[in-house]
């Protein structure tokens, strides 16, 4: 019964590719996040959702887009994979965005490799 | 630009000994969170710190926030195997917003 969950774990595919990784949280939180971690173990937010609306958007190439069908699920489709979006890629969740202290609920990861 | 700073990047020690790790910025935080990670897993939380001064245990484990709120250590009493990991601190900033460390890796050989 994972609070968290992602799929797929794993991901490997050719530059230029489309790929999509998606992430269910069973919490009922009201905020999702996506962050990439890079090699050097960096946490880098990338989006976050609060009841399906977008709150935060970093400095992301548009090839990445999120989508939230509800708030319980937060979606990354990637286009025309490079090189260097090579990562991992985690979903988290919290209560809310509004409260400083919240705790952010990881999912597993999804290891992304492009050749 | 907030940055949280920690030190040191990479830790390894024996069993048994004591070890201490920081996380500094000139950022004021209105709450400090440290996450442990291990590998092939998503960061889990250990602790939050909002008060200036505030100390935190978790079993050996004890988690310090600067009087300014702009720091923070976490120190390990006779480390175990079971500490290794990477361990991430994040401060809350006055929009919400998580600024994360680039973590510690720590490894505890037996």
């Known amino acids: 019964d994972t609070a968290v969950s992602q799929t797929p774990k794993y991901l490997v595919t050719q530059m230029g590719n489309d790929k999509s990784i998606k992430c269910e949280q069973n919490?009922?939180?009201?905020?999702m996040y996506w962050y990439k971690q890079d090699s050097k173990k960096f946490l880098k937010i990338m989006f976050s959702?609060?009841?399906?609306?977008?709150?935060i958007n970093e400095t992301v190439p548009n090839r990445f887009s999120p989508k939230s069908p509800d708030k319980a699920h937060l979606n990354l489709h990637i286009n025309s994979l490079e090189l260097g979006d090579s990562a991992v890629y985690f979903c988290?969740?919290?209560?809310?965005?509004?409260?400083?202290?919240?705790?952010?609920?990881f999912g597993e990861g999804s290891r992304l490799t492009v050749l | 630009t907030q940055l949280l700073e920690q030190s040191p990047q990479f830790l390894s020690i024996q069993e048994g000994e004591n070890l201490t790790v920081y996380c500094n910025s000139s950022?004021?935080?209105?709450?400090l969170q440290w996450y442990r990670q291990e590998p092939g897993e998503g960061p889990v939380l250990l602790v939050t710190?909002?008060?200036g001064g505030e100390v935190k245990k978790l079993k050996r484990l004890t988690f310090q926030f600067g009087d300014a709120r702009k720091d923070s250590s976490l120190h390990i009493t006779a480390a175990q195997p079971g500490d290794t990991g990477l361990y991430l601190c994040?401060?809350?900033?006055?929009?919400?917003?998580?600024?994360w460390g680039a973590g510690t890796k720590l490894i505890i050989k037996p």
């Open positions: 919490l009922g939180h009201d905020t």
């Open positions: 950022s004021v935080f209105s709450s």
């Open positions: 710190v909002v008060t």
């Open positions: 959702y609060n009841n399906k609306e977008l709150i």
């Open positions: 988290a969740s919290s209560r809310s965005a509004g409260v400083p202290t919240g705790e952010l609920f």
């Open positions: 994040a401060g809350a900033n006055s929009n919400y917003q998580l600024i």
